[in-house]
Structure formats: structure tokens, C-alpha cells
């Protein structure tokens, strides 16, 4: 069965420094991996995936993503964070080998980012 | 354009009581999935519609659960007879529906509270 982690429930950061939310996943198969951000009373709103191809895959409001195959990890990264960027990020992996649509999801990780 | 969009976006019924939950995907968007978000489950798959092959229920957590899509379209979440474990936010997705790698775009949710 798939799963995923994302071992840090809040993280910290102040506003202009780099920030990393962490994810790693476990599947059979190369997965699909993909970020969600939330906001407050919000549906999900998608920042990016990887499917295969480059490791470094660039999102929406600049945020961007590293595939490890080795370490199967799929980190999210943000050069520089803004306040706005404060909201409950989702790491999620599809199992496409399997056949499923569904989305696995981690268990979510806050962002707080301080002024 | 427009997204995924759900109602009611908030719903309080009483313990027994049966609800419907609504869902419009993306125009031309053959794919319509529901997830179920609550504090102790996280995010979890309920089903998967595409076309019209039967579809994925394997989510379902139990037989109180239903779900139909009329016309390849809308959906419509029914969960019969409530019990307070069911409140919940109740999110709908859709995507294209012509492959594994495409991206789910979610909705606003629907937010159940059982009294």
C-alpha cells in the first residue's frame, strides 16, 4: 500500500528566508507526486507535480519541488517566503501502476511564516 | 473559468437525519472524485467517477455512504442516517479524466457538522 509522510506538523520561518516542507512517500512503482496548499475555510488549491523527467519541478506563487529517487523524497522549497505563504500544505502521491485515481495524501504540514 | 464548485458550503443536521451533498465539476472534466477531510482521518478517498465506468467505491466507509453522478456531470454525496463521526469537510475534485497524470482540482467543500 502507498503512504506518505510528512514528518513536521508546523514549521517556522521568517518572512524572506528560504523555507522546506518536508515529504517523503512510500509506493510500489515510480509514483506521481504532487503539492496542495490550503488556506483557511478553503478547498485545496494545487501548486505542482512531478511525473517524471527533470527533479526540480517549479510551481505556481514560486514555490518549487525536489524528486529524490533515492531517498523518495519530494521536499517542497520557496527561495524566499512571504506571509501570504502562511497556509496548510498537503503532499500527495497517486500510484498510477496500480490502476487507482485516488490521491494519498500526507498528513499536512502549517506553515507559519513570521514577519 | 469556472472551478469546482460544491453546496451547501455548510450543513448542520441532527444525528439520524439523512444529507445530500452537492457537486458541479470543471466544465468538460469526465473525472469527479469526493475525499473526506476530518481531524483524526485526514485526507481520505470515498470514490472515484470516470465516464461511465462503474465507479471506485472502494473508499466508501460504509454502506450509509452513496453517491451518484447524473448526465456525467453532477454528483451528488448522500449519507444516510448521520452519526456524529461523519462531521466532516466533504471535498470534491474533478480532472480531465484522460490519464493518471493529470491534476485533481479541488472545490471548496461542503462542511458537515452532526449534532
Known amino acids: 500500500a502507498q503512504s506518505v509522510a510528512q514528518p513536521e506538523d508546523q514549521v517556522n520561518v521568517a518572512e524572506g528566508n528560504p523555507l522546506t516542507v518536508k515529504c517523503t512517500y512510500s509506493?510500489?512503482?515510480?509514483?506521481?507526486l504532487f503539492w496542495y496548499v490550503q488556506y483557511p475555510n478553503r478547498g485545496l488549491q494545487f501548486l505542482l507535480k512531478?511525473?517524471?523527467?527533470?527533479?526540480l519541478v517549479k510551481g505556481s506563487y514560486g514555490f518549487e519541488a525536489e524528486f529524490n529517487k533515492s531517498q523518495t523524497s519530494f521536499h517542497l522549497k520557496k527561495p524566499s517566503a512571504l506571509v501570504s505563504d502562511s497556509a496548510l500544505y498537503f503532499c500527495?502521491?497517486?500510484?498510477?501502476?496500480?490502476?487507482?485515481?485516488?490521491?494519498?495524501f500526507g498528513s499536512g504540514t502549517r506553515l507559519q511564516v513570521q514577519p | 473559468g469556472a472551478g469546482v464548485s460544491q453546496s451547501p458550503s455548510n450543513k448542520v443536521t441532527e444525528k439520524g437525519k439523512d444529507v445530500e451533498l452537492r457537486c458541479d465539476p470543471i466544465s468538460g472534466h469526465t473525472a469527479l472524485y469526493w475525499y473526506r477531510q476530518s481531524l483524526g482521518q485526514g485526507l481520505e478517498f470515498l470514490i472515484y467517477?470516470?465516464?461511465?465506468?462503474?465507479?471506485?467505491k472502494s473508499g466508501l466507509p460504509s454502506d450509509r455512504f452513496s453517491a451518484e453522478r447524473t448526465g456525467g456531470s453532477v454528483s451528488t454525496l448522500t449519507i444516510q442516517r448521520t452519526q456524529q463521526e461523519d462531521s466532516a469537510v466533504y471535498l470534491c475534485a474533478s480532472s480531465l479524466g484522460i490519464g493518471s497524470q493529470e491534476t485533481q482540482y479541488f472545490g471548496p467543500g461542503t462542511r458537515l457538522l452532526v449534532l
Open positions: 467517477f470516470q465516464g461511465n465506468s462503474a465507479p471506485d
Open positions: 512531478y511525473i517524471t523527467g527533470d527533479n
Open positions: 500527495a502521491v497517486l500510484p498510477w501502476a496500480t490502476g487507482r485515481r485516488a490521491l494519498t
Open positions: 509506493v510500489s512503482g515510480n509514483p506521481y
